[in-house]
């Protein structure tokens, strides 16, 4: 107990002295074959202490619109403000930055950061945190460009970093949405949506980031659009095509690697509750709630049942054979 409070003793005044140094970090295979890096515990403790310090200082200037931070509504709050807002207005624009995180640019965040962040202790870690080194294999690999992700300090600096784009929306005549680097603009007119795309591309070259050709697309609300695992469209929502094929595939790896109908009901159930769950959205005074606010259950099961089912075509052919 006594070499417990010492050693936190002394990581606290490395800590408040700014001494402290960031371990590298190990990178992992994950069962699915995905890669990430991982902190110490101890360099996780000070990322967090660091992002407490740096989100209460920016909490004032970190706008709604931003989804994705504690409080600010999450994804499902993204969806049904989109939902509600959608029918008022004529054109969108849906976009993403290809490969976000990857592409922040460490000089411009710390640079803006500065702006925001007196604690030259405090710049320092995160100077640390981005310029992390990273050991594979027996490699060792500098990080200049990009933040890394699995941290709490990651969603935080994602958000500041496209905090500029954030305010300049704000004085448009157009409704704005972010859940980190996806983006949707609603607009009532042809011209109104021109201008805040090109207030979005001039400040996306201005970060050095790029928009995702893939996932760029400009039109009238009617038409709809995938957002976050959803397919939004006025008055209409459901699940979009992607989501239901991630859904079949997980639902095949399962049945690979031996999972029971038990198991793999479960699985579904529990998709389903993440598919209808936080979309209610309240008159005060009511218990129900408006209109298109969850998706369609009809469109969802339907969706399901067409991906699951074999192909008639197929089935004749191979009894055939």
């Not at 995905?34 to 992002?51: E, R, Y």
């Not at 710049?123 to 890394?148: A, M």
């Not at 509750?273 to 209109?291: D, L, M, N, Y």
Request: with cysteine.
């Amino acid at each position: 107990m006594r070499t417990w409070y010492r050693q936190a003793e002394a990581l606290i005044e490395s800590f408040r002295s700014g001494t402290y140094r960031f371990d590298v970090q190990a990178k992992i295979t994950l069962s699915c074959g995905d890669t990430i890096a991982l902190w110490s515990s101890q360099d996780a403790l000070i990322i967090k202490v660091v992002t407490a310090i740096i989100q209460d200082k920016l909490k004032p200037f970190l706008l709604k619109t931003c989804y994705h931070l504690k409080g600010h509504g999450g994804l499902k709050g993204a969806v049904r403000d989109v939902m509600e807002q959608l029918p008022k207005y004529t054109f969108f624009c849906k976009t993403d930055v290809t490969s976000y995180y990857g592409s922040i640019d460490h000089y411009t965040l710390l640079m803006k950061l500065n702006d925001y962040i007196d604690d030259r202790i405090i710049i320092g870690y995160v100077w640390q945190f981005l310029n992390r080194c990273v050991e594979w294999g027996g490699l060792y690999q500098d990080s200049r460009k990009g933040i890394p992700r699995g941290s709490s300090l990651s969603p935080l600096l994602g958000a500041f970093y496209l905090m500029e784009l954030d305010r300049k929306m704000e004085k448009l005549d157009v409704r704005y949405f972010r859940y980190m680097d996806d983006i949707v603009i609603l607009a009532p007119t042809r011209w109104k949506l021109k201008k805040a795309i090109r207030v979005l591309n001039q400040t996306f070259s201005e970060l050095k980031l790029e928009q995702h050709p893939d996932k760029t697309l400009i039109g009238r609300t009617e038409r709809g659009f995938d957002l976050l695992g959803y397919f939004l469209k006025p008055y209409r929502l459901t699940v979009s095509e992607k989501t239901v094929d991630r859904c079949i595939e997980r639902i095949a790896r399962l049945y690979e690697h031996g999972a029971d109908s038990n198991g793999i009901g479960q699985y579904v159930l529990k998709w389903e509750q993440w598919v209808f769950a936080g979309h209610g959205s309240k008159e005060k005074g009511q218990g129900t709630t408006r209109s298109g606010a969850r998706p369609d259950l009809y469109a969802v099961v339907a969706s399901l049942f067409l991906k699951l089912s074999p192909d008639p075509c197929k089935t004749e052919q191979a009894h055939a054979d």
